[in-house]
């Protein structure tokens, strides 16, 4: 199990949208629909903002969107706001009953 | 509400033990089809999946830990944990329990975490 490849920062100003990508392989990303996305402050729990691709949870802002493209899911983030500024981190099951993370991405709101 | 709560060490040695257990409070551990896994992030780095377990006990790791962890579910008491050994520096890390969500086993999301517990591998 390789961990899925994310950028390592991404940035945007308040207002703007950005898109985070996570690539993995046939085997994980490109072979089944449960990518999961997360959002961690630091010193927080790490939480879920997007399940199996593209479902958002209770409570999560609209603001926030997933979706896929072959082996990359992508998690767009619009209307950006300073409390976005985190670390995202994408996963997906690889099959047999295992799971993998992606290295996690910086998000700096300038 | 459902609510994790971990406990267990803060400062291990190397080559020994550590074990941590997860505590489910506002709702069943054994109900409802949800997994219950296991996560790690060290020092500067992202997170890594360790292993999780389903309400009926069945266990699923990490190839990459598979030969030191141990995951386990006592159901009378709403407790899972975990126990990974033969610690060296490399296992030091922010350790977080969480449930999947129902439906996909593993595959499922992680849909409630707890607040982690940073266990630091020193002699």
């Known amino acids: 199990q390789s961990a899925l490849t994310q950028p390592a920062s991404v940035s945007g100003s308040p207002g703007q949208s950005i898109t985070i990508s996570c690539t993995g392989t046939?085997?994980?990303?490109?072979?089944?629909?449960?990518v999961s996305w997360y959002q961690h402050h630091p010193g927080t729990a790490p939480k879920l903002i997007i399940l199996?691709?593209?479902k958002r949870p209770s409570g999560v802002s609209s603001r926030f969107s997933g979706s896929k493209s072959g082996n990359t899911a992508s998690l767009a983030i619009s209307g950006l706001q300073t409390e976005d500024e985190a670390d995202y981190y994408c996963?997906?099951?690889?099959?047999?009953?295992?799971?993998?993370f992606g290295g996690g991405t910086k998000l700096t709101v300038l | 509400q459902l609510q994790l709560q971990q406990s267990g060490p803060r400062l291990v040695k190397p080559s020994e033990t550590l074990s941590l257990t997860c505590t489910v409070s506002g709702g069943s551990i054994d109900s409802g089809g949800h997994y219950w896994g296991w996560i790690r992030q060290p020092p500067g780095k992202g997170l890594e999946w360790i292993g999780s377990i389903s309400w009926t006990a069945n266990t699923y790791y990490n190839s990459s830990l598979k030969s030191r962890v141990s995951i386990s579910v006592d159901t009378s008491k709403t407790q899972f944990s975990l126990r990974l050994n033969s610690l060296t520096a490399a296992d030091t890390a922010e350790y977080y329990c969480a449930r999947h969500d129902s439906y996909f086993g593993v595959g499922g999301a992680f849909d409630v975490w707890a607040q982690g517990t940073m266990v630091t591998v020193s002699s």
């Open positions: 996963s997906s099951y690889a099959g047999s009953s295992s799971l993998v």
């Open positions: 046939n085997s994980d990303v490109g072979k089944y629909n449960l």
């Open positions: 199996e691709g593209s």
